[in-house]
């Protein structure tokens, strides 16, 4: 019986795919264990990558290639590949980033038999980049052992659980139609798999999350309408999913980037747009009274009517000075 599917996703990332497989490839257990690699219709070589495993591990690395492009920043790709998964956990991995303990499977495999409440465990993840920025760790020495739903939600982005350190029980994951439509995976997978039971925190820097130009993070645009109307659609979804018991943090999240969305590059141009957005922005964040005047002053006032105030608020000034 298989213990672990180790599923690998990747795109364009030939540069990283083979020390990615490799680190999967030299973990020492005392289960067996699949690798899937999802490749989602790469043109840069990383296709012939995968084969050359398979064809040297075969059985235990399986090569899972689409003929095109499924979409939505890596999501279809990983539920396709998800689908094919047979063992009892889940070690997903992109195909940037590698694992540097050999003994990473076997120490969260070992928690979650310990646990059988728990939905998924975690450990520390190194962060590194390829423009030279310091590298640095994902979770702090006081990182909270035992996560629960409400430790990932919040009035701001939550996020502390690098893809590569995470260990979670197959079965657990449904998407909803909101899910299906996020360009984020993991936030929302972890308030679902959250909702099934505690996740772990194992204090060991085991794996590598690359930052690099070709990776997921960096298509996150904060001035884009899209990406931000998008991370809106998944806050409401996360809140709907919770049975809104989080609707007032949630709310307070969801306004900021609303705010964000009025600076968005497709608004510029657009007064009667980013004046509606800023009204509901003030009545979803309730703001205090000096950023009202501002919002109101920047987004909604039209620009010929600060004209004409300013105009007399200034008059009393000119009008004693020219005595």
Same mark, same amino acid.
């Given at each position: 019986?298989?213990?672990?599917?180790?599923?690998?996703l990747?795109y364009?990332?030939?540069?990283?795919?083979?020390k990615t497989?490799?680190s999967?490839?030299?973990?020492?257990?005392?289960?067996?264990y699949?690798?899937?690699?999802?490749?989602?219709?790469?043109?840069?070589?990383?296709?012939?990558? +995968?084969?050359?495993?398979?064809?040297?591990?075969?059985?235990?690395?399986?090569?899972?290639?689409?003929?095109?492009?499924?979409?939505?920043?890596?999501?279809?790709?990983? +539920?396709?590949?998800?689908k094919?998964?047979?063992?009892?956990?889940?070690?997903?991995?992109?195909?940037?980033d590698?694992?540097?303990?050999?003994?990473?499977?076997?120490?969260?495999?070992?928690?979650?038999d310990?646990?059988?409440?728990?939905?998924?465990?975690?450990h $520390?993840a190194?962060?590194?980049?390829?423009?030279?920025?310091?590298?640095?760790?994902?979770?702090?020495?006081?990182?909270?052992?035992?996560?629960?739903?409400?430790?990932?939600?919040?009035?701001?982005?939550?996020?502390?659980?690098?893809?590569?350190?995470?260990?979670?029980?197959?079965g657990?994951?449904?998407?909803?139609?909101?899910f299906?439509k996020?360009?984020?995976?993991d936030?929302?997978?972890?308030?679902?798999?959250?909702?099934?039971?505690?996740?772990?925190y194992?204090?060991e820097?085991?794996?590598? *999350?690359?930052?690099? =130009?070709?990776?997921? =993070?960096?298509?996150?645009?904060?001035?884009?309408?899209?990406?931000?109307? $998008?991370?809106?659609?998944?806050?409401?979804g996360?809140?709907q999913?919770?049975?809104?018991?989080?609707?007032?943090?949630?709310?307070?999240?969801?306004?900021?980037?609303?705010?964000?969305?009025?600076?968005?590059?497709?608004?510029?141009? =657009?007064?009667?747009?980013?004046?509606?957005?800023?009204?509901?922005?003030l *009545?979803?964040?309730?703001? =205090?009274?000096?950023?009202?005047?501002?919002?109101?002053?920047c987004?909604?006032?039209?620009?010929?009517?600060?004209?004409?105030?300013s105009?007399?608020?200034?008059?009393?000034?000119?009008?004693?000075?020219?005595?």
């Amino acid at each position: 019986m298989t213990k672990v599917s180790v599923t690998i996703l990747t795109y364009n990332q030939v540069a990283f795919i083979g020390k990615t497989i490799q680190s999967a490839l030299d973990q020492i257990t005392d289960f067996d264990y699949e690798i899937l690699v999802g490749d989602d219709c790469s043109t840069d070589g990383a296709q012939q990558v +995968i084969l050359d495993y398979e064809k040297r591990y075969p059985g235990k690395v399986k090569a899972v290639l689409h003929e095109r492009n499924l979409g939505q920043n890596g999501l279809f790709n990983t +539920i396709e590949t998800l689908k094919l998964a047979t063992g009892t956990y889940i070690a997903p991995l992109d195909g940037d980033d590698y694992w540097t303990s050999p003994h990473k499977l076997q120490k969260q495999v070992d928690f979650l038999d310990a646990h059988p409440d728990f939905s998924a465990c975690f450990h $520390n993840a190194l962060v590194t980049y390829e423009d030279g920025t310091p590298a640095h760790e994902v979770n702090a020495a006081d990182q909270k052992k035992v996560i629960e739903v409400k430790d990932l939600i919040g009035e701001e982005e939550i996020w502390f659980m690098a893809t590569s350190a995470v260990l979670f029980r197959n079965g657990l994951m449904h998407y909803p139609d909101w899910f299906l439509k996020s360009t984020s995976g993991d936030i929302p997978r972890y308030v679902i798999l959250a909702q099934h039971g505690p996740i772990g925190y194992i204090g060991e820097t085991m794996s590598v *999350y690359r930052k690099n =130009s070709a990776g997921a =993070s960096f298509k996150d645009h904060y001035r884009d309408a899209r990406f931000l109307q $998008n991370r809106i659609m998944m806050y409401k979804g996360i809140d709907q999913e919770t049975k809104f018991e989080y609707s007032p943090a949630l709310r307070r999240n969801i306004s900021r980037y609303y705010r964000m969305l009025l600076d968005a590059r497709q608004y510029k141009k =657009s007064y009667f747009r980013r004046a509606a957005l800023a009204l509901y922005y003030l *009545y979803l964040r309730r703001p =205090s009274a000096l950023e009202v005047r501002e919002i109101l002053r920047c987004f909604v006032l039209p620009k010929w009517m600060m004209n004409v105030y300013s105009f007399f608020a200034l008059l009393p000034h000119r009008f004693r000075g020219s005595l």
